[in-house]
């Protein structure tokens, strides 16, 4: 069974930072792309940031670049995202998602940026 356990969500001021954990089991971790996406409410599921199965490309929205790193550690079956400088507009439910030829998901983790 695959599961994507989301972890390090919670409710920090703006300008502050957070690291949101994906663990992964069920699956070969390694050959698979992983990717944060985040839902905030009344809008649609967008993509925040994406890694390759190596770590060797990583892709990021425009509203995050510079402020969000996505990274990888194929040991532990675990990917990160790093977010820094957190705006309120940040505020969403992130979830991770893996893909190769099928695609899964986490359950999300909540993040809420407000002072």
């Known amino acids: 069974q695959v599961q994507l356990v989301e972890s390090g969500g919670g409710l920090v001021h703006p300008g502050g930072s957070l690291r949101l954990s994906c663990t992964v089991s069920?699956?070969?971790?390694?050959?698979?792309?992983m990717s944060w996406y985040r839902q905030a409410p009344g809008k649609e599921r967008e993509l925040v940031a994406l890694?390759?199965?190596?770590?060797?490309?990583?892709n990021y929205a425009d509203s995050v670049k510079g402020r969000f790193t996505i990274s990888r550690d194929n040991s532990k079956n675990t990917v990160y995202l790093q977010m820094n400088t957190l705006k309120p507009e940040d505020t969403a439910v992130y979830y991770c998602?893996?893909?190769?030829?099928?695609?899964?998901w986490g359950q999300g983790t909540q993040v809420t940026v407000s002072s």
């Open positions: 998602k893996a893909n190769r030829w099928d695609t899964y």
């Open positions: 069920g699956l070969r971790f390694s050959m698979y792309a």
């Open positions: 890694i390759t199965d190596t770590g060797g490309r990583t």
